[in-house]
């Protein structure tokens, strides 16, 4: 799940920010405009709020799977190996690792003395539990996949082989040795994503079922505690003196408002209610055209449509595509969504690097692209093979930028195909069950990276995984990904990524109509910190403040 802003790095070697200041001073590929400082923010001392949008779904790193509870888990959770602000692996409980000639064993010192905020000491051990739990079939977790780079990693989770041979084990309190089924380029950098944090065994198993669905509920080792969970209202994270960069961390207190509304988002900064908050694209031209900064950077996702494949209708593959190319991206980025958004040309985004270039360049475009000619005689196939198409639905989520997504996209396919298309919003919780359960015919979705790689796009939709609720199957594309994992040779394996992002386009399970930029506003109380990158969403751990 993240995106780029203003580098400004902090006089320690373990800090790391990326600057959001009122002075407009960035680099990193963000852009401000203004000419003056924002609104002056709240009013608490050493405190910040920050608008996280909705209620998280689920605050297990275990088995949460979605943005909003990430953008949490992030603030108070230090993982095995951080990023810096350039998204490239960095100390975090480890302060040092080796990996072997082979590249199958990667051995990590950690650092000693940090705690829980149970007390407990921080230790390999916790590591350990934590990507076993992650494999261990009972839990069920979406993001178990993940720990299949691991030796063993698969076949545990798939219950063919016993805890024991997993590739993870501490060797005392403070060596984690890590052996992988096959050479992976994207290790380190992935075990900065929240399904590698560590957990505490001992809160883990107290609470059970309840483990982190309160604020009281949740044992974490970052730079700052939760001490309230008001739901669907906010959440307050507190500093932990603990915390072993403590001495850098620059709020006392950070509170997470779950604003769904944007006029709400908006008006809550301007009387000083909000310090960071996301702004749709009218929001950003309102502020622009007042002299105020505003901040916008790539983070790495791709909006697109996931269809039902179940349904009788949407398993017809010209339908699928006519939908894809009836639908002008460059005008839903340039006029409807309004932040930097632009047309995609496949799935996996250019924020995501290839061998040398960002991925979409060196695969060429996959997609048809906007051309309703083309659509057109895609769809007549599609009636001439199913018969009369009746109306179809989009569910969505209940804010106003999904709103007005799937407004164009509806307009867009009746004008263009005479397709029906009715909207269906909901909170993202829902939707998330809803997707889920494949109780839909199209979902308007998002995705962003979770490491640098291309898989972190393609292997959604392998057969059978956690977050394919599409019900597509291809023999072809999951060999691929198959031979992607064990291949050793990067050009061999980002040749099979390519033929991967081909097929998938071909066959269309999902059409991408965006990849996704992000416009957002910062208070002047702000001095800088505020990290917003493609690999890290936000990052609130070293926020300075004026």
């Not at 852009?31 to 689920?58: C, H, K, N, Q, V």
């Not at 932040?339 to 979409?360: I, M, W, Y």
């Amino acid at each position: 799940m993240r995106k780029k802003v203003m580098a400004f790095l902090l006089a320690s070697a373990m800090v790391f920010s990326t600057v959001a200041c009122g002075g407009g001073n960035q680099s990193g590929g963000d852009t401000s405009t203004g000419d003056r400082s924002m609104y002056p923010g709240t009013t608490e001392e050493g405190a910040i709020t920050f608008d996280l949008g909705s209620e998280p779904p689920d605050m297990c790193s275990l088995t949460t799977t979605d943005a909003t509870s990430g953008n949490v888990l992030r603030q108070i959770m230090e993982p095995l190996v951080t990023l810096d602000e350039n998204d490239e692996a960095a100390e975090g409980v480890a302060t040092s690792w080796t990996i072997s000639e082979d590249g199958l064993t990667y051995t990590f010192k950690l650092r000693e003395g940090m705690k829980w905020t149970n007390g407990e000491p921080v230790t390999a051990h916790d590591f350990e539990f934590g990507w076993k739990t992650l494999l261990n079939p009972e839990t069920a977790a979406e993001y178990a996949y993940f720990g299949y780079v691991l030796k063993n990693g698969q076949a545990y989770n798939n219950g063919e082989c016993s805890a024991d041979e997993v590739g993870v084990r501490a060797n005392g309190d403070y060596e984690l040795i890590v052996t992988l089924e096959n050479p992976t380029d994207y290790f380190l950098k992935s075990l900065s994503f929240y399904s590698f944090y560590p957990v505490n065994q001992k809160a883990y198993e107290q609470y059970g079922e309840e483990y982190a669905i309160d604020a009281d509920k949740i044992v974490t080792n970052g730079a700052f505690t939760m001490t309230e969970w008001k739901h669907q209202n906010e959440i307050v994270l507190e500093k932990n003196p603990d915390f072993y960069n403590a001495d850098q961390v620059g709020v006392q207190k950070i509170h997470m408002v779950m604003l769904t509304d944007t006029g709400t988002k908006l008006n809550a900064f301007q009387t000083g209610e909000a310090d960071i908050v996301d702004l749709n694209g009218d929001q950003s031209d309102l502020l622009r055209s007042e002299g105020f900064d505003v901040f916008t950077y790539t983070d790495g996702a791709t909006g697109y449509l996931e269809y039902n494949t179940a349904n009788q209708y949407l398993a017809n593959q010209n339908l699928r595509l006519a939908i894809g190319a009836a639908i002008d991206g460059a005008v839903l980025a340039e006029n409807i969504i309004k932040n930097g958004s632009k047309a995609p040309t496949g799935f996996t985004p250019d924020a995501v690097t290839g061998l040398e270039k960002p991925f979409p360049e060196e695969v060429g475009q996959t997609i048809i692209g906007y051309n309703v000619e083309k659509a057109k005689e895609l769809y007549e196939q599609a009636v001439a093979e199913l018969g009369e198409i009746p109306p179809l639905t989009i569910i969505t989520d209940d804010n106003d930028t999904a709103n007005k997504v799937c407004a164009f996209v509806q307009e867009e396919l009746n004008k263009n195909l005479g397709l029906q298309i009715n909207i269906e919003q909901m909170t993202f919780k829902n939707r998330l069950a809803r997707m889920t359960a494949k109780d839909f015919d199209i979902v308007m979705a998002l995705w962003s990276p979770d490491y640098n790689d291309p898989m972190t796009f393609l292997d959604l939709w392998e057969t059978g995984g956690g977050n394919n609720h599409t019900s597509w199957s291809n023999a072809a594309y999951d060999e691929l990904l198959n031979k992607v994992r064990t291949e050793a040779n990067p050009e061999t394996r980002m040749g099979y990524l390519y033929e991967a992002e081909k097929i998938l386009m071909q066959e269309q399970p999902i059409s991408p109509i965006y990849w996704r930029s992000r416009a957002y506003a910062v208070s002047d109380k702000i001095e800088s910190g505020v990290v917003r990158t493609a690999f890290q969403n936000v990052n609130l751990k070293y926020v300075k403040l004026r």
